[in-house]
């Protein structure tokens, strides 16, 4: 193997990558091929590391990180699944850590004060995460992100925002505890308490302060099914005060998930109406849009949460109680019953259709902001219904969060 790095060493620039660097990294490590790292999700940045380590646990993500700590040039990078979109977890002539090897090294559940928790690996992605709470323990965490394709530690080193954050703030807001490498390849357990700077950098730190190694996640109880709903708005006024009304409302009186989205009013099947239904059985009337509207619509997309022993009639009552209050277009309104974990991996099945139609590997040049509410409605007048009126041949999502959370 260390032939092998040497080899790759001298083929490249020897200057910055000398051969002591390499030789620290004598040892049991394994390696995976260099193609995984040198590409991710975005596709707008490319990089050659000098080599992918695949740590299967904590031990190894310390002995690696000890080891670029004794060479004068090693950066290192922490990969979780690679889908970010700027090469946040590339190292180029570095050692990117593989953290996907790490998945299986915890997974344990635990109460505190009556409230269960899970520890989790920071390189098992979300989707594992989900399968494992609901089977072995019908629980689950309360905050997540639209795709669950992406690692705990990826995303705890971002933020998770999606359509729960309004309720219990992002994903890194439900996080209590991390066991985190730092840079000198050192292995601390933070929390509010214990080494609370460190927790703090790492939340949202693009593994510039430190490796997730295992993060504990606050769990509640594993809803069984979940009423999906989209409606459509045709003024931006009444969608941002009908969305904003309904993230105010407390838990247990409002819909469990509030996002939203921007289409294209047109039958472009990428950007248009035909984005919005939920299934191929359901069907985007366009005569029920008002000829007030302008070149883009909004759609508000909200889920409530329920138990299968509830009766229809129940779920039914406080769904129309919700939407009676809005005021959406009368009649372009989508509703569907689907169980919590299809609902969670929704996206899955639109990432089978990207790959199988070879899209999904196709540059994402995605931005994210937070706009302030005082600036939103300038935001749709020069953005949406300006400069994006024919869409991004993407999504446009676009929801309120709560300052407070
Ligand atoms: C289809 C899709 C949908 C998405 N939806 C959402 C969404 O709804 N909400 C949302 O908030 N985000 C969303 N994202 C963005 C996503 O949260 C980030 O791209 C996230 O970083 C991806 O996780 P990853 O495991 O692929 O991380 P990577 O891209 O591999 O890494 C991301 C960053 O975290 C660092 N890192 C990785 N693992 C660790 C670790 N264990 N410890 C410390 N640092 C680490 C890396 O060095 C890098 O800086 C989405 C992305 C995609 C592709």
Redesign the pocket.
């Given at each position: 193997m260390i032939a092998y790095l040497e080899h790759f060493v001298h083929g490249n620039d020897t200057e910055s990558t000398p051969n002591d660097d390499v030789s620290s990294l004598q040892g049991s490590f394994h390696f995976s091929p260099i193609s995984i790292a040198t590409k991710?999700?975005g596709g707008m940045k490319s990089s050659t590391p000098l080599a992918v380590i695949r740590p299967y646990s904590t031990s190894d993500v310390a002995r690696a990180v000890k080891a670029a700590t004794t060479t004068t040039n090693l950066t290192v990078?922490?990969?979780?699944?690679?889908?970010?979109?700027n090469g946040?977890?590339m190292a180029e002539k570095g050692l990117v850590l593989d953290?996907r090897a790490t998945a299986e090294e915890h997974f344990q559940l635990l109460y505190h004060d009556g409230v269960p928790y899970v520890d989790v690996s920071?390189?098992a992605l979300w989707e594992e995460v989900l399968k494992r709470c609901v089977s072995q323990f019908q629980l689950v965490p309360r905050s997540w992100?639209?795709?669950l394709?992406?690692?705990v530690?990826?995303?705890l080193?971002?933020?998770?925002?999606?359509g729960q954050t309004f309720r219990y703030g992002?994903q890194t807001a439900n996080v209590t505890e991390l066991e985190v490498v730092t840079g000198k390849g050192d292995t601390l357990v933070c929390n509010e308490n214990e080494n609370s700077e460190l927790f703090f950098a790492?939340l949202g730190?693009?593994?510039q302060f430190?490796?997730?190694?295992r993060a504990r996640i606050v769990l509640q109880q594993a809803p069984d099914m979940v009423r999906w709903i989209r409606v459509i708005y045709s003024e931006f006024e009444d969608f941002t005060k009908d969305a904003e009304w309904l993230v105010t409302l407390p838990e247990g009186d409002g819909f469990d998930y509030v996002e939203g989205f921007v289409v294209a009013n047109n039958d472009d099947s990428c950007n248009g109406w035909p984005t919005v239904p939920m299934g191929s059985n359901q069907v985007f009337d366009p005569v029920l849009v008002p000829s007030s509207a302008g070149p883009v619509l909004y759609c508000l997309e909200l889920a409530l949460h329920y138990r299968k022993t509830a009766r229809s009639s129940d779920v039914n009552k406080k769904v129309d109680r919700l939407l009676g209050g809005l005021r959406f277009v009368e009649g372009i309104k989508f509703e569907d019953d689907v169980k919590y974990m299809d609902f969670l991996l929704r996206?899955k099945s639109v990432?089978e259709d990207a790959k199988a139609k070879g899209i999904w590997d196709a540059p994402?040049p995605w931005l994210n902001m937070f706009v302030s509410k005082s600036d939103i409605a300038d935001f749709d007048r020069e953005v949406f219904k300006k400069i994006l009126k024919h869409g991004v041949g993407g999504p446009i999502l676009v929801y309120p969060l709560l300052r407070s959370k």
């Open positions: 991710d999700f990078a922490p990969r979780g699944n690679g889908h970010s979109i946040q977890a953290m920071g390189g992100t639209d795709y394709g992406l690692t530690g990826g995303t080193s971002n933020a998770g925002v999606s992002p790492t730190g693009l593994g430190g490796i997730i190694t996206v990432e994402h």
